[in-house]
């Protein structure tokens, strides 16, 4: 118990209950620096609450009670962190509560069963969870809402068990359970009309995978607004689907400004993207610092923050670039003391595939307990090509190459070259001697190199350990059993013995 | 019934991938071309001295090295085929020209590209982006994407010719082997169908996997035939039904269906006769290829497209087929882990149960069905809750 990093026995602290038995304790300094942080989140969820909106929302909504977590969502990822490590964590996520709260009140005061603000919600263009949100980056007078996100995504990574009621309504309705969770879920809140009805217009999208946009289809018999569907090429690494791309998404600018009788704002858009680049050069630097012996922003402190800044904030808020500068000085700084990220850094690590969302924090798990260190994931590594903020039919096709490159599709679509051959470019230019493969069993699209990707690590001489998770439905595979597979691997194949002893065997089966 | 000419043989040639006529075809020179789907158009690939043939893998039993590459989620087909491709199954192809539609198919022929499974000297895949929607900027995609990715590897790779007249041949030759399957269709009207749902299924999978200048006189001696043909005394089929969903590449599901007194009147599924059998009307003011790609583009019904318009047309066209062919209710099948037949058999079975009013059965299936107790049950079940609606309307 103290300041230095693994000085406590990090599994003593669950005792198979919702909450852990206690706190952390990481030495004055960095646990007064926790605690004032974490009161400041009830803060922020306090506020949230007295607006009149959000609190009937909070009744009208089954989902909502899973944010009731989300103190301890932070408590989970950040364990075992110290210094700059517990500093980039709390800076960088907490924004994204902020940022989620503000998204969500603008939600709940259009949705005509909480605070039914008719005016603002003529204003909203509602987009599927998981496409890009920069086309709205010219439309300065309109508002971009995604629906899914709060009431499915981030639910289910607050409370491993937040979306089964929904994944339970979809499967009644004679959705298979074999099909990928996520987009299950998203059905079965719109089976159970637990989504606001808000919005002039929705914009949906053949994103992440067959299943995604076939539940799409669904969800638009249900929606009662006029919705667009945004067909991105799947084989996106190719010079010749570039032009329909573009195509596809001057169709979708022309029915937004049909719908809502908006124009599209080309100086609006262009000094949005520009913030935009200014985020992935932020983005580059950390990479550059990851790259090193002292990589300082890695894990769910880069991931769950980079998909808010890259899918959500999509540069129209400037918090987020401010925090962008804010976590590079704090990872020079770190880097400069050469802190390390864990209390040994045995392993330098990629995650690929995508990660469970009931156990976003399985990567600290990975680093308290077997020193593996997920320098960067399948899903952050997306796009980084910088917008032309000059030309504009220049723009309107580097926008379409970034629609394509969304989180989760740049790697699920588009075929061998992105799925697997990028992996080995990444684990040279990250300088890794192990891939954690996240077996989500709901995901044809990567389970399909299951043999190539085994055979070619093998080749390459790379530790290739396989996580299998049911995404959003813990049921099947629980946290448990992921670790199991870990600690497997680590005991049977590489005769390690754990950082962090014990890690090894924790009950978490009822925690958040 | 008198057994239906040819259908000994027909039977034949769907025991083997590398069948008889296939394996007549390469000894004269021609090139197989392998397909794995429905939207890289067929005219296209029968060009010149080219013949398509679907791959499948009959008479399938273990997938373990197929479930070893790509984990036991995935669909079977895709599983199936990939180990025939192991077992060296595909060899006597000359290319696979395959779309990116659906994942699992698309990873099955990365693998058997990357794995160098078909080790033939000059072999090779072309992978394309077809549309998932039906409109204007879709179709010039559509056009672009078929004439790089299909016909100038062809013409470069091959040396085919794929003029604008070459194309017109193909699809004459293609037109003339829809007609021909429509023609026959047409008899499962009738009150009493002088050829049951399976004679029609295992002649028009024929028609995927067999060079097309093979299988035209055969249909034809068929189509003489039923024109004569007496249907038996008496109806052994107690309900009348649309099969509709996924691939069926083995008529055996058919034949199960009407083994358990179902018969199948209508078919909208991948490998059967709607719409993949239907003419593709010439127009006028279009090259022939845009013809030909706004034809599949247009008429296909893969639950692919995702588009508003496109759904509710899958639905009305079930409809229109039921009501065409008088059918008592519909069924939905897919291939088990099949990601877009398992929404749309959801949804589309509530959409045709509840606004169509149709009795409607919903499964999913093993790639192999042989002689499923389970499925013969279910089929069975339908037909008897179909008598009683029947019995108390």
């Known amino acids: ?512 | 019934m008198k057994d239906l000419v040819h259908i000994y043989e027909l039977e034949r040639l769907l025991q083997d991938t590398c069948n008889d006529a296939v394996r007549r075809a390469k000894e004269e020179g021609r090139y197989a071309i392998g397909s794995v789907c429905g939207m890289i158009p067929e005219p296209l690939l029968n060009l010149d001295n080219c013949f398509s043939v679907r791959l499948r893998a009959p008479k399938t039993g273990s997938m373990e090295m197929g479930t070893y590459y790509m984990t036991s989620i995935m669909c079977e087909c895709a599983r199936a085929l990939l180990e025939r491709a192991i077992e060296g199954g595909y060899g006597f192809l000359d290319c696979i020209i395959a779309p990116d539609a659906c994942a699992q198919m698309n990873r099955c022929v990365e693998n058997i590209d990357k794995l160098r499974l078909i080790e033939k000297d000059g072999f090779f895949v072309t992978y394309s982006d077809v549309p998932m929607k039906s409109d204007e900027t879709a179709l010039r995609h559509y056009v672009r994407q078929m004439r790089q990715y299909v016909l100038e590897p062809l013409h470069d790779r091959l040396g085919i010719d794929v003029s604008d007249a070459a194309l017109r041949r193909a699809l004459e030759r293609q037109n003339r082997v829809n007609r021909l399957v429509m023609q026959i269709g047409e008899y499962r009207r009738e009150n009493r169908p002088r050829i049951t749902g399976y004679e029609f299924a295992v002649l028009c999978l024929a028609t995927f996997v067999c060079p097309k200048d093979y299988i035209v006189p055969l249909l034809e001696d068929v189509l003489e035939q039923l024109r004569t043909r007496e249907p038996d005394a008496g109806n052994p089929y107690r309900a009348r039904v649309v099969m509709v969903g996924s691939e069926i590449d083995d008529p055996e599901l058919i034949r199960l269906t009407e083994e358990a007194g179902a018969l199948v009147v209508a078919d909208s599924y991948c490998l059967g006769s709607f719409p993949e059998r239907m003419e593709i009307q010439p127009n006028e003011g279009e090259d022939v290829l845009t013809q030909i790609c706004r034809h599949y583009m247009e008429r296909g019904q893969c639950p692919r497209f995702m588009n508003t318009a496109k759904i509710e047309e899958r639905h009305e066209f079930v409809d229109a087929l039921a009501r065409e062919y008088r059918a008592d209710g519909v069924i939905y099948q897919q291939i088990k882990f099949c990601d877009y037949w398992g929404y749309e058999r959801a949804y589309a079975a509530k959409v045709m149960r509840e606004q169509y009013g149709y009795p409607v059965l919903s499964v999913d299936r093993p790639y192999v069905v042989g002689s499923s107790g389970q499925l013969r049950t279910r089929v069975q079940a339908f037909v008897e809750s179909i008598e009683i609606k029947k019995l108390s309307s």
């Open chain 1, 1 to 512: 118990m103290g300041k230095a990093m693994g000085s406590e026995p990090l599994g003593k602290l669950y005792n198979g209950k919702k909450a852990k038995r206690r706190r952390e304790w990481r030495g004055f300094k960095d646990t007064w620096y926790d605690y004032v942080h974490w009161l400041g989140i009830w803060g922020t969820l306090i506020k949230f609450m007295l607006h009149p909106a959000n609190l009937k929302a909070f009744f009208r909504y089954r989902w909502m009670v899973n944010y009731l977590a989300v103190p301890d969502f932070f408590d989970r990822h950040t364990e075992g962190m110290r210094g700059t490590q517990l500093r980039v964590a709390r800076v960088a996520l907490e924004l994204v509560v902020r940022d989620m709260c503000k998204s969500m009140s603008v939600m709940f005061r259009a949705d005509p069963a909480c605070g039914n603000d008719r005016a603002l919600n003529e204003k909203l263009v509602v987009f599927d969870e998981n496409m890009m949100s920069q086309i709205m980056n010219g439309f300065p007078n309109l508002k971009w809402v995604s629906v899914e996100v709060p009431a499915v995504y981030t639910c289910a990574m607050m409370a491993q068990d937040g979306v089964l009621y929904y994944l339970d309504a979809a499967q009644e309705y004679g959705i298979p359970n074999d099909v990928c969770p996520m987009p299950a879920a998203e059905l079965g809140v719109a089976l159970e009309g637990d989504y606001p009805k808000i919005g002039r217009c929705a914009v949906q999208c053949n994103t992440t995978c067959d299943g995604s946009l076939m539940g799409n289809g669904i969800m638009a018999s249900r929606m009662d607004i006029p919705t667009f569907q945004l067909a991105v090429p799947i084989r996106h690494g190719e010079e010749s689907v570039q032009q329909y791309a573009a195509e596809e998404i001057l169709n979708a600018i022309d029915f937004i400004e049909r719908q809502t009788g908006e124009t599209f704002d080309w100086d609006a858009f262009f000094a949005t993207m520009k913030r935009f680049n200014q985020e992935t050069e932020q983005l580059l630097e950390w990479y550059d610092i990851s790259r090193t012996p002292y990589p300082q922003i890695t894990g769910n402190s880069l991931s769950l923050y980079r998909y808010a800044v890259y899918m959500a904030a999509g540069g129209r808020v400037q918090d987020f670039l401010d925090t962008d500068h804010r976590l590079t000085k704090l990872a020079m700084r770190g880097y400069a003391r050469g802190e390390l990220t864990a209390k040994e850094v045995r392993h330098r690590a990629i995650t690929w595939g995508v990660q469970s969302a009931y156990y976003t924090a399985f990567g600290i798990w990975l680093q308290n307990c077997w020193g593996i260190v997920t320098l960067v994931d399948m899903l952050t590594l997306c796009s980084t090509r910088m917008i032309d903020t000059q030309d504009k039919d220049k723009a309107v096709y580097d926008l379409a190459y970034l629609y394509e490159k969304m989180i989760m599709r740049s790697r699920s679509n588009g075929g061998y070259e992105v799925g697997v051959a990028d992996l080995w470019r990444f684990c040279e230019s990250f300088q890794v001697d192990m891939v954690i493969m996240y077996a989500h069993m709901g995901c044809k699209s990567m389970s399909g190199y299951h043999g190539l990707f085994e055979e070619e690590a093998r080749a390459r001489g790379i530790h290739l350990v396989w996580a299998t998770h049911g995404l959003m439905d813990a049921r099947g595979v629980s946290r448990k059993d992921m670790r199991t597979e870990v600690n497997r691997y680590m005991r049977t194949v590489l005769r390690e013995e754990p950082l962090d002893p014990s890690l090894e065997e924790i009950d978490d089966e009822m925690a958040w």
